[in-house]
């Protein structure tokens, strides 16, 4: 596994399989770490947007870091999108949005408790009804392992 966070570079190989953790940020428990725990050893590289230190005032690096997203979402073959109940995570409700309506593979999670867990059930499926919705993060690891076997 190849480990890139924000806001390292890094390009791709063509036929590299990469994969974005979207996912709530602000506000939330660090489940990236946890999802990188689940993967470790898979041969995949992870782009991951949490910083261990980010200056939320500093509109420079809040541009930086906007950037970096939308270059990295663009770059990862996949998108892992993870929705914890402490916060409703609007930038990733409009990712998911944005990115459910191409042909990119995603992978949603989200914990039983997320306030708008039926909303995006029900979006999904209507855009993209093969999509199959999980409710923990060993579940989420575990479609992404399967997907690549």
């Not at 924000?6 to 979207?22: D, Q, W």
């Amino acid at each position: 596994m190849n480990y890139i966070e924000s806001p390292n570079t890094y390009r791709p190989i063509p036929g590299e399989r990469s994969i974005f953790l979207a996912g709530g940020i602000t506000g939330t428990p660090n489940w990236q770490q946890d999802i990188v725990q689940l993967l470790r050893g898979k041969n995949l590289i992870i782009f991951n947007p949490r910083r261990p230190s980010f200056p939320i005032n500093d509109h420079n690096a809040a541009k930086e870091q906007i950037l970096w997203e939308y270059e990295y979402l663009r770059i990862a073959n996949e998108i892992l999108f993870w929705f914890p109940h402490e916060s409703l995570c609007p930038i990733a409700l409009y990712e998911l949005g944005a990115w459910s309506m191409t042909e990119k593979q995603i992978y949603i999670g989200m914990h039983p408790d997320y306030r708008r867990r039926l909303d995006i059930e029900i979006q999904i499926s209507l855009v993209r009804p093969n999509i199959k919705i999980v409710y923990s993060l060993p579940e989420l690891a575990r479609l992404i392992i399967e997907s690549n076997d």
